[in-house]
C-alpha cells in the first residue's frame, strides 16, 4: 500500500527542523510494511492511497490526529497529525522525542483507517536513527528558527547554538536575529538578557 508523509506546519514559527530524507524514510517503511484492512477496502477501495500530514501545535498536550479528508478521484486518503510542539522541544534529544510521539500518532491513523501495519520495534528503532542521524542536514534557516524561537526554553546561549550547528552563522534568518538582539540589548531600559554576537575567528 502506498503511504505518502508530507511536513505541514499551519502554526506560524511552530515547526522542527527535521531532514528532507524524514519523508523518504517514513514512506518507505510504510508503505512496505502496510495492508489495506477489508474495512478499509469496503469504504474507500483496495488501491487508495494514504497521505499523513505531519504538523505541530502549542494549543496540545499531546499528539492530535485529525481526518479522514477523502479524494476518491485522487484515490487518496488523508489524515493529519500534530505533535505537541511545547512537550517535545525541552526533552534532552527533541528528534528522538517527537519520533516517538510520531509513532503513536501513525498507529492511531493506521487504526481509524483499518490498515494492518506490523512496524517491529527494532524496524522502527532504525528508522529513529536514520532520521535523526541526519538532522544537522537540515537548512540553516529551519535550523536557525528552530533553536532561536527556543532559545530561552534551552537556556542556550548564542555561542552555543553556533558550536552545534555552526552553518547557522552563514543563514540570512541567523543574521537578522542577531542584529534585532543586539539592538535591544543596547537599548536604554531594556530589560533583554541576550547574549552579543559571538565573534567567529
Not at 514559527?13 to 510504510?30: N, T, Y
Not at 539592538?183 to 552579543?196: H, L, N
Request: aromatic content about 10%; hydrophobic content about 40%; glycine content about 4%.
Amino acid at each position: 500500500m502506498r503511504v505518502v508523509v508530507c511536513e505541514l506546519y499551519a502554526e506560524a514559527g511552530v515547526s522542527f527542523p527535521f531532514p528532507d530524507s524524514i519523508q523518504r524514510h517514513l514512506e518507505a517503511a510504510l508503505s512496505d510494511l502496510a495492508t489495506p484492512g477489508p474495512q478499509f477496502c469496503r469504504k474507500y477501495g483496495a488501491d487508495f492511497s494514504l497521505a499523513v500530514y505531519l504538523g505541530a501545535s502549542t494549543q496540545t498536550a499531546g499528539v492530535e490526529v485529525n481526518g479522514p479528508a477523502v479524494y476518491r478521484k485522487a484515490r487518496r486518503v488523508e489524515y493529519a497529525v500534530d505533535l505537541p510542539y511545547d512537550l517535545i522541544v525541552p526533552a534532552d534529544d527533541w528528534c528522538r522525542a517527537a519520533m516517538g510521539l510520531l509513532l503513536d500518532g501513525i498507529r492511531e491513523v493506521f487504526f481509524r483507517a483499518d490498515i494492518e501495519c506490523r512496524l517491529p520495534h527494532a524496524r522502527w528503532q532504525s528508522l529513529v536513527e536514520a532520521v535523526c542521524s541526519e538532522r544537522e542536514s537540515a537548512s540553516p534557516e529551519a535550523m536557525a528558527a528552530f533553536y532561536h524561537r527556543n532559545q530561552e526554553k534551552y537556556g542556550k546561549a548564542l555561542a552555543d547554538l553556533l558550536e552545534l550547528h555552526p552553518r547557522l552563522e552563514y543563514s540570512p534568518i541567523a543574521k537578522r536575529y542577531y542584529m534585532m538582539r543586539q539592538e535591544q540589548s543596547e537599548t536604554p531600559g531594556s530589560d533583554c538578557q541576550c547574549d552579543r554576537v559571538p565573534k567567529r575567528d
